[in-house]
């Protein structure tokens, strides 16, 4: 019965958001709360009922369970058509159609759970704030695209959630509107996200266009049925067009470089919609798409590459920043890497559980972040906290339990899933695998060492805080802290739904997951080991032994990072110095500047800085289009009209001078000529007519006369 | 029986300007009161058209008929012949939609001469109903004209500074537009007298003849007519007229020729240049130079717009960009987008006559478009800031609102036709986005810096009388747009079925997916058999 009804999940928080658009200008803040937070409760039970029906529905085989409730794009009947590749007809079709399967239904726990608790935890933080009900219906909004993206049984519909999500992190990033900055990084997010979003449409048409169907069944189906060798062409091309719109939405390189900003959000922001749940929708778009990514061992590569590449980048950033958001804004980036990562090299699982857990200390590190904050009144600058363990102790232990988390220190949940990620690259076939391994282990020693760098320094470092600040240290509220409590103890947990076979666990989570990720078709396998990989095919050097090592070299990692950490930081004074900078001042201002990206960026794409007196970008472009608007095509129009009007005006002499002049009146004028003597005879006076007429007379008559 | 449903729908208007020249024009109020009377009675009469339209949408052909062809000026084959297909219902709701939201968002506006304003709106309503009523050229033609002068009028007199030029360049412009459409127009005439020995405008009448028409003439036809309609788009290089005329048009009248008047040069494409020529539109070096410029106009709007300082320019050169993806969507030449451009040109109606009325609201507050005169309006307007954001969103193509539907199936059929235009098409979505948000963030965000914008009152209920059916459009749009993919279901496969026969008759039906495969030569692109069984 819930799960006949799904299409309410996402309802539910629309109702709130459409309550808070119409009338939550009048509402109190406790109404406000109520209703708000009140639709998430209900969704996040409504989910879990919803799952729990699944689970007997499918009964441990997986088979996904879809809901269309009405046609949205097309005309329903099937005739509007579009041609496929092969010159066959398909129905130009996306329904408003829900979907569940063991992955979907992952995603529905942890963002209805996670969303729950930190709409719980913005009553407080939010609580001085003005805009309550704005910020609110934004959140509920939020989770209204959020629950669409992951239920959409379609590309089409997905993509809906998809730019719902970005049009809500829009809102709220911007949401201290009347601050440059916060406007200003708002933009920078949905423009981004619009590039990544361009890829993802362009992709989705190409799946449609050749597989003739955008429904993700339909799809997979296909995909899986054998008809198409591995290295489709085709297939490779939409895979990678598709991981475009999964590098904008989930911040990798290159399109990375809005979520930092983001942070100009409210913290309960940046943890729902910047750490746990819409960053990672790109994750679940590529695990989604799996069949079709399995098939592009091309583009599994790309993905694999660019998840290595982004965790370490990012990493490095985080090691020298000193807002605290910030730091966790990179280390968000430097962790989806390893999402795309382990989805890269055919670890579907092991990437989905590391989003999972992931969005347990992630979100814990921001809202504990955001307690810090609230504590500080308004200070996020490391640079000036320090010992605030015994001031704000609830925060510190359960931030405490995140950082080791997220550090991979057993048994809390990171451990599990780096491991994993860890160890499925490392045993993927090929040597150029094992770069990325170390990629991946090189990050994590610096993951462990920002971490608790970003922990020595707020709390347990010595005071740096001004005495005004110092003053006003508090705890924060139950609604704050009660759910930092419910989510360091998932931080603890949640590793271990997959406690590895190796550890002598069963591994329940990877097994729920299995049927979304299994092959059951034969796959051509034509490339050989690149078939191998991307069918996830790793038996072959799967022993024990290097799986202990590496764990064991995973751990002494974290434990390194956490040692240089504490000795750099343990005692940092007033005026302490950070190593890199002592040791390698150069690099420290490259990281610092953060390899001086943004400032790249603009001269280069988006025009807004000069390069001498050359504008380079979309503004540069833009102000080259205006110039040749006005001068080049106006002014071949205006030239023409000037032409015109020259021709006339010289047709009006000619006409005045030379038709009319020479042709008309010269004739007139050489008439009058003419005629001014024989007017000397008649010019109109009787008297003369009749002196004349009697000279005549006497002429005649003289003449007569004489004769 | 005939029904008489589309002239009294079409007549409405005149009737409402005639009844106004009886009214003393000191009576401003009355004036007013009077022409928004018929301006509402022209939109609530054209709605029963909606069910009776309904019930017989996937009948074939036109329906509504009214007269016979020929009855009108009979000596010249000229008919007073009305017929709607889906295409031109959708444009015709539109058009009495738009044309009582604009005179009712002038109310306030327009201060002088108030009454020969509302009587020139309300004839140039019943113009614009008539281009899309027409089922004869001769009448088409007249109304195509009568429209201009309206038009001309509204911004050279009640317009901005330069309205002279503006008006000028604007009815020139379009008159020589119309004049190469003319000759155009009369060589179908005397052509049709060649084939069948009857002298008729009638449009039925013409589609049969008109494809037999060789390709080495059609191909000039074909140019006059695009030419015509290019010019009415506008499409690029074409466009020029269309910043001038809208900086300077008064509020309603930006919202009606961008609303309305742009439309009738897509309109003409898919009535007239896809049926009259489908062998010179399916030639893939016409289609690609056509869609070439409409991918021009594409990126090239939007950039031109993104670096404007005044915000009703932002938005005109916006319309070209919209406009392309118009363009793009009718010469895909496929089911998928031609749909998706006619059910686009509906959105652009409603997202940019939504986004005139923004801007016009904000001038009539402070009588100034700059952008930099704002910032902070979102402090002062909050429920104007909400409403602007909506059409912004639904203007850049936000699913669930309007304009992602006929995007969205525009670049389908974009992509299905050749992917590369599809690619080409997609950095426009991101321009507009980047365009309509950086002047959100100027005119909205931030603090009130300037002290004229401490004081701007919010929206009047008239004022959000004015948005309210235009975002319950863009709601309904994009949240069920079946109703409208099912109304345009008919005409648009007729047409592609048209083009289909009449093209190269061994061509695959995805013969465009690979233009240089197939390059007719002039005489396999004169069409055989196919023509008349299509065309019937």
Redesign the interface.
């Known amino acids: 019965m819930f799960l006949n009804h799904i299409y309410l999940l996402p309802l539910f928080p629309a109702f709130g958001a459409a309550i808070m658009f119409f009338f939550g200008r009048r509402l109190q803040k406790a109404t406000v709360s109520a209703v708000c937070v009140g639709v998430i409760v209900l969704a996040f039970l409504f989910a879990c009922f919803t799952v729990v029906e699944y689970t007997h529905f499918a009964h441990g085989t997986g088979r996904p369970f879809e809901k269309i409730v ?8 099937g ?7 092969d ?1 066959t ?1 398909a129905a ?1 079709n996306a329904d408003a159609g829900f979907l569940l399967d063991p992955l979907s239904s992952i995603w529905l726990l942890f963002v209805t759970g996670v969303g729950m608790l930190i709409h719980i935890y913005s009553t407080g933080y939010m609580a001085h704030e003005g805009g309550y009900y704005r910020f609110f219906g934004y959140m509920n909004l939020f989770m209204f695209s959020m629950l669409t993206l992951i239920l959409a049984n379609n590309y ?1 519909l997905l ?2 959630g998809w ?2 999500v970005g ?1 809500c992190s ?1 809102l709220l990033i ?1 949401f201290y ?2 601050r ?1 900055s916060a ?2 990084a ?2 920078k997010a ?2 981004i996200n ?2 990544g ?3 993802f ?2 992709g989705a ?2 799946l ?2 050749y597989l003739g169907s955008f429904r993700f069944i339909d799809i997979n189906a296909l995909a899986r049925s054998g008809q198409f060798a591995i290295g489709d062409p085709v297939l490779t091309a939409a895979a990678l067009l598709l991981f475009v719109g999964a590098c904008g939405k989930s911040a990798q390189v290159p399109l990375y470089v809005w979520l930092p900003d983001a942070m100009e959000g409210p913290t309960p922001v940046s943890a729902l919609i910047h750490a746990a749940t819409m960053v990672t929708a790109g994750v679940y778009m590529v695990a989604r798409s799996n069949a079709v990514f399995v098939l592009a061992p091309t583009a599994m590569k790309t993905v694999a590459i660019v998840g290595a590449i982004t965790a370490v980048f990012a990493a490095s950033i985080g090691l020298v920043q000193n807002d605290i958001k910030r730091v966790l804004a990179y280390s968000t980036v430097s962790q989806l890497g390893y999402m795309f990562l382990a989805l890269g090299v055919g670890a579907f699982a092991a990437g989905v559980f590391h989003v999972f857990t992931h969005a347990f200390f992630k979100a814990l590190l921001f809202l504990g972040s955001g307690s810090v904050i609230h504590a500080m009144s308004g200070e996020q600058d490391m640079r000036h906290m320090g010992d605030l363990r015994r001031r704000i102790p609830t925060t510190h232990w359960t931030m405490l339990i995140a950082t080791l988390a997220i550090a991979g220190i057993f048994p809390f949940a990171g451990f599990f899933s780096k491991d994993e990620i860890l160890w499925q690259t490392w045993a993927s076939e090929g040597g150029a695998y094992r770069i990325l391994w170390f990629v991946g282990y090189g990050t994590a020693l610096m993951t462990a060492f920002y971490m608790f760098r970003l922990m020595y320094l707020t709390f347990y470092s010595p005071s740096r805080m001004s005495h005004e600040v110092e003053h006003h240290v508090h705890e924060s509220p139950k609604s704050m802290t009660v759910p930092l409590v419910i989510l360091a103890l998932c931080s603890i947990g949640a590793g271990w739904l997959s406690w590895p076979h190796s550890l002598g666990g069963s591994a329940r989570f990877e097994k729920f997951l299995e049927p979304v990720f299994a092959r059951e078709a034969v796959v051509l396998v034509e490339e050989g080991k690149s078939g191998q990989l991307a069918a996830g095919e790793k038996e072959a050097e799967h022993t024990d032994k290097t799986e202990y090592a590496l764990m064991f070299l995973s751990l002494a990692a974290a434990a390194v990072g956490w040692g240089m950490a504490r000795r750099s930081y343990n005692h940092a004074g007033k005026d302490y110095a950070e190593p890199i900078a002592v040791k390698a001042p150069p690099l420290y201002t490259v990281l610092y500047n953060k390899w001086f990206v943004d400032e790249g960026y603009d001269y280069i794409f988006t025009g807004r800085r000069k390069i001498g007196d050359i504008r380079l970008g ?2 540069g ?6 110039w040749f ?1 006005a001068k080049v ?2 002014g071949v ?1 205006n030239d023409v ?1 000037w032409v015109t009007r020259a021709v006339a005006t010289l047709s009006t002499w000619w006409d005045k001078w030379i038709i009319d002049g020479v042709g008309v009146n010269g004739p007139a004028i050489l008439a009058r000529m003419i005629s001014y003597p024989a007017r000397l005879f008649e010019w109109g006076l009787v008297q003369w007519y009749a002196l004349v007429m009697i000279a005549g007379l006497l002429g005649f008559g003289m003449y007569y006369v004489w004769k | 029986m005939q029904s008489h449903i589309l002239s009294i729908i079409l007549f409405t208007p005149l009737i409402g300007a005639l009844f106004l020249l009886f009214v003393p024009k000191e009576n401003k109020d009355a004036i007013r009161w009077i022409a928004n009377i018929f301006a509402l009675g022209g939109f609530l009469i054209s709605l029963p058209l909606v069910p009776m339209f309904w019930a017989q949408r996937f009948e074939p052909g036109f329906k509504f008929l009214e007269g016979t062809a020929n009855n009108w000026i009979p000596s010249i084959g000229a008919g007073y012949n009305l017929g709607i297909d889906g295409i031109s219902f959708l444009l015709i709701m539109l058009t009495t939609l738009l044309g009582w939201i604009s005179i009712l968002s002038s109310w306030t506006a327009i201060e002088t001469r108030v009454k020969e304003y509302y009587v020139w709106f309300l004839v140039l309503q019943t113009g614009m109903l008539g281009v899309f009523m027409a089922l004869d050229f001769f009448l088409f033609f007249v109304f195509w004209e009568a429209m201009l002068v309206p038009m001309y009028l509204l911004i050279g007199i009640w317009g901005g500074p330069r309205k002279l030029y503006a008006a000028i ?1 604007f009815f ?2 379009t008159l020589l537009g119309s004049v190469l459409m003319l000759l155009g127009i009369l060589y179908l005439y005397f052509h049709h007298h060649a084939v069948t020995g009857v002298f008729t405008f009638s449009i039925p009448e013409l589609y049969k003849t008109a494809p037999l028409i060789p390709f080495n003439i059609a191909i000039w036809l074909f140019v006059a007519f695009f030419i015509g309609f290019a010019i009415k788009v506008p499409m690029f ?1 074409f ?3 269309l910043p001038d005329a809208h900086v300077e048009a008064p509020t309603a009248g930006s919202v009606i020729l961008a609303g309305v008047l742009l439309k009738m040069g897509t309109y003409g494409f898919v009535r007239f240049s896809l049926p009259f020529f489908p062998g010179v539109v399916s030639h893939p070096r016409v289609q690609s130079w056509v869609i070439g410029l409409s991918l021009v106009g594409i990126i ?1 709007g939007a ?6 300082k005044d915000m009703k320019k932002l938005v005109a050169y916006s319309s070209v960009s919209h406009l392309g993806f118009c363009t793009l969507g009718i010469f895909a030449l ?3 987008g031609l ?1 998706g451009s006619v059910l686009q040109q509906i959105n652009h109606g409603i997202s940019t006559g939504a986004l005139f009325l923004i801007v016009g609201i904000l001038y009539e507050r402070r009588h100034t478009r700059e952008i930099a005169e704002y910032g ?1 309006i ?2 002062v307007m909050p429920v104007y800031a909400t409403i602007t954001m909506i059409m912004f ?1 639904s203007s850049m193509g ?3 609102l309007n304009g ?2 006929g995007e ?2 525009i ?3 974009a ?2 036709a050749n ?1 590369r235009w ?2 080409w098409a ?2 426009g ?3 507009a ?2 365009y309509l ?2 002047l959100y ?1 100027r005119v ?4 009130v810096t300037n002290p004229k914008n401490e004081k701007l009152h919010d929206l009047t209920p008239r004022e959000i009388l004015t948005f309210a059916p235009l975002i319950i459009m863009a709601l309904w749009i994009g ?4 109703p409208f ?2 109304i ?2 008919q005409p ?2 007729q047409i592609v079925q048209t083009i289909h026969d009449n093209s190269n008759p061994n061509a ?3 013969a465009q ?1 690979q233009p240089t495969s197939f390059i007719p030569s002039p005489s396999t692109a004169a069409p055989g058999v196919g023509a008349l069984k299509a065309s019937n």
């Open positions: 009405y046609t949205w794009l097309g005309s329903g009947d005739h509007l058509n579009f041609t496929r590749r010159g007809l130009v089409i993509f809906v730019e719902g049009l829009y911007g509107f009347h440059n406007s200003t708002a933009n949905f423009i619009r590039i979003d361009a890829g449409i362009l048409l190409t449609v266009w979309a503004m472009a833009g102000e080259a289009a205006s608007d095509i106006d129009v009209g | 360049k020139l412009y290089p466009h020029t007229w090239y950039l031109v717009s993104l670096m404007q496929n089911s998928a749909t902070g979102s402090t969103l936000l699913p669930l992602f539907v969205f199936t670049l389908q059929g992509f299905t992917w599809a690619a997609a950095p979505v991101v321009l986005a980047a948000l950086w963030q909205f965000f931030g603090t949240l069920y747009p079946k993919f099912q345009l279901e648009v496969n695959p039906v995805n997916i």
